[in-house]
């Protein structure tokens, strides 16, 4: 940024108008001229480094280095090209890190924009208030009965309503029900969006107009809003536009919901018609403009339409760029990513820290990893028995596990004494009995109505499992195979078990039908389902989990599945009863000898870990080490790649969706 901004001070030229080479020469020069005089500084006021090994990051070694590195991850799987929302600096125009992102509190407002209410995607006749008075909406009836009926949504960035693919509404809100199967129309743009009910919904309190801005800088936070206690409920209209291509929390809503992605924007954050938007119908007139002059634009068209309600002074965070101090963009586009949200990763360096010093609410204790070459070496024998549903219990076989009680673990036991049976109990019958105890943990089973799942569906089944970890229930175990899973669940006070598993087999069959382009059920209705009476039966179950993908033949080892995780608590008991029956020391990950001093920092290291996204590792297209990596659009593709050569021995290659991608050794082997 220096560099070019005396570039175009002297010359009145920009990087953009430079060969790439051309202007890395050009900072080469600028940091051998400082380079030359700070070294000196250093030298003059006494500090004595070993200067034969001065390095800077550019030098040869230092990219052979990173070459090397990215080759190791690369081939381990943690590094993956994806399209995501990135932190984009309209001006430099590059990527930013989270932590390149300073927060500044501006003066802004909130714009309340009315979208108009459709029958359908089909029939585009207006609704009209007396309809939704018919329906049961609140408010209603003092409407114009024949006017035609709108939602309110609210924002601080009007502009991005061109990208708009849904309003999303909280589901405890009294008028969802009655908006069910109605649409809404996005005013010049034409577009008819669904109204999705989603949790995530800031829900008004004492009926106001107000708010549910779509930035993380304009207040989305944690995952559930639907109490008025946050203190955004004082704007919100309970309606919120979704536009997942320029905000993150949208972008998770629109993946849960299936939701279309629409880039409105360019590089420059102008609006733009040539980076996904094509539905432009009358809003050509925002075309070509900047974002600040968009914004002032669509108040101006909606105002002439009467379609806006109300303009209220907010003062709220908005991120800004460090380099440029232009206020961020959150930008859709393809990027290579480092997968430091693995548990190879981070799970590794929070399991560094000495056990005295983690806390129990830490990703290191109720997060799920894939299991350790420890515990699979414990339990690789033979001689799995499925859990018993009698009342003594199973008995232990070969490769047994010790009793476990992670934290948040209760035993139970679902045959009270005294009572004859359990039918006092009994929640529900089916197919089969489903028992319930409140805060007690379970064993549940749940198949495939025999599609077979492949790699990619069973990463979304995984995803969907976990959705709610730490938040509705906790998840102990999970095992994903080709047709059935396998799971152990305790469902948090006030959180039912059967809701849970719906949740789960909705969001995966969703997820699942997207990637086959298919619609219809995934799941069966039924499921298996048994309350874990003891830390034996824990142990047991455990061990079941874990042994079934080896009986399958789908692995030789149980820690070679990567569909099965275990809590980290769980690992962590199994490791400790291991240590104490055995002569030798037993090699476990992370060696839990980490000690901050003071103590308080530990928290600040948990935190980190615990709040990382994975890293944005191309993101600077005019300076920085280049990785040859070729791409082809289609898995089957990879032997036509045009290639230096053929695939050497030991070339990495890996598939993402429908594209194949190979990183190679250079001659000297870096």
């Not at 029939?123 to 208030?129: I, Q």
Request: charged residues 25%.
């Amino acid at each position: 940024t220096v560099v070019e901004q005396r570039i175009l001070k002297e010359e009145g030229r920009r990087r953009t108008e430079f060969q790439r080479d051309e202007f890395v020469a050009r900072v080469q020069a600028w940091k051998d001229e400082y380079e030359a005089a700070i070294t000196d500084q250093l030298k003059k006021m006494g500090c004595s480094c070993d200067w034969e090994r001065q390095r800077f990051t550019m030098d040869d070694i230092c990219a052979r280095a990173v070459r090397e590195a990215f080759f190791r991850l690369f081939k381990d799987g943690l590094i993956y090209r994806g399209k995501r929302l990135v932190n984009w600096d309209p001006v430099t125009q590059t990527a930013l890190a989270d932590d390149e992102v300073e927060m500044e509190e501006v003066d802004g407002k909130f714009y309340y924009l009315r979208y108009p209410l459709i029958r359908s995607a089909t029939d585009h006749t207006p609704v009209t208030w007396s309809e939704l008075a018919r329906a049961g909406y609140p408010g209603a009836e003092g409407r114009g009965e024949d006017e035609p009926a709108f939602v309110t949504v609210a924002t601080t960035r009007p502009e991005t309503y061109l990208g708009d693919t849904a309003v999303a509404i909280n589901p405890n809100d009294p008028r969802a029900a009655a908006l069910q199967g109605f649409m809404a129309r996005l005013p010049l743009v034409g577009r008819v969006i669904p109204i999705i009910r989603d949790d995530f919904v800031v829900m008004p309190s004492g009926g106001g107009s107000g708010v549910r801005s779509e930035s993380e800088t304009e207040g989305h936070g944690s995952e559930s809003h639907a109490t008025t206690e946050d203190p955004k409920a004082k704007y919100a209209t309970g309606f919120l536009k979704v536009t997942p291509a320029h905000d993150p929390n949208d972008w998770a809503i629109g993946q849960r919901h299936n939701l279309p992605v629409i880039n409105v924007m360019a590089e420059d954050a102008s609006i733009s018609d040539k980076h996904g938007w094509s539905d432009i119908g009358d809003a050509h007139i925002f075309v070509g403009l900047s974002r600040e002059a968009a914004r002032e634009k669509v108040v101006a068209e909606f105002k002439a339409r009467g379609l806006l309600e109300d303009i209220r002074p907010y003062r709220h965070n908005v991120g800004h760029s460090y380099r440029s101090h232009a206020a961020i963009e959150p930008y859709l586009s393809d990027q290579w990513y480092c997968k430091v949200t693995d548990d190879r990763l981070r799970g590794f360096a929070q399991r560094a820290l000495a056990a005295e010093q983690r806390s129990p609410d830490s990703l290191g204790g109720t997060a799920l990893r894939a299991v350790s070459p420890a515990l699979a070496q414990r339990t690789n024998q033979s001689g799995t028995e499925a859990p018993h549903s009698s009342r003594g219990g199973p008995a232990l076989g070969a490769g047994f596990l010790p009793p476990i009680a992670p934290p948040g673990f209760v035993p139970m036991n679902p045959y009270p004494p005294g009572a004859p049976s359990a039918n006092s109990l009994m929640m529900q019958i089916r197919d089969l009995p489903h028992l319930t105890l409140p805060g007690a943990t379970c064993f549940i089973t749940w198949r495939t109505t025999g599609q077979k799942l492949s790699e990619t569906e069973r990463d979304e089944v995984v995803r969907a499992c976990l959705y709610r970890h730490n938040t509705r229930a906790q998840v102990y175990a999970l095992c994903v195979m080709p047709d059935h899973v396998h799971c152990i669940v305790r469902p948090f006070d006030g959180h039912d078990l059967s809701a849970w598993i719906a949740s789960v087999k909705k969001h995966s069959a969703l997820a699942v039908n997207k990637l086959r382009s298919q619609t219809g059920h995934l799941w069966q209705a039924e499921r298996f389902d048994h309350i874990i009476r003891d830390a034996q039966w824990f142990a047991q179950f455990v061990r079941y989990i874990l042994r079934n993908p080896v009986e399958e033949g789908l692995c030789a080892s149980v820690d070679q599945y990567r569909w099965t995780l275990l809590q980290d608590a769980v690992h962590l008991a199994i490791e400790e009863d291991t240590k104490k029956h055995s002569s030798e020391s037993c090699a476990t990950e992370g060696d839990r000898a980490l000690r901050f001093h003071p103590a308080r920092y530990a928290r600040t290291y948990e935190a980190w870990h615990d709040n990382l996204r994975d890293w944005c590792i191309s993101r600077q297209l005019w300076w920085g080490h280049r990785i040859p990596v070729w791409r082809a659009g289609a898995a089957e593709e990879a032997v036509n790649l045009e290639l230096p050569g053929p695939l050497p021995e030991g070339a990495a290659v890996l598939r993402y969706g429908s594209e194949t991608c190979v990183a190679l050794r250079d001659p000297d082997g870096a």
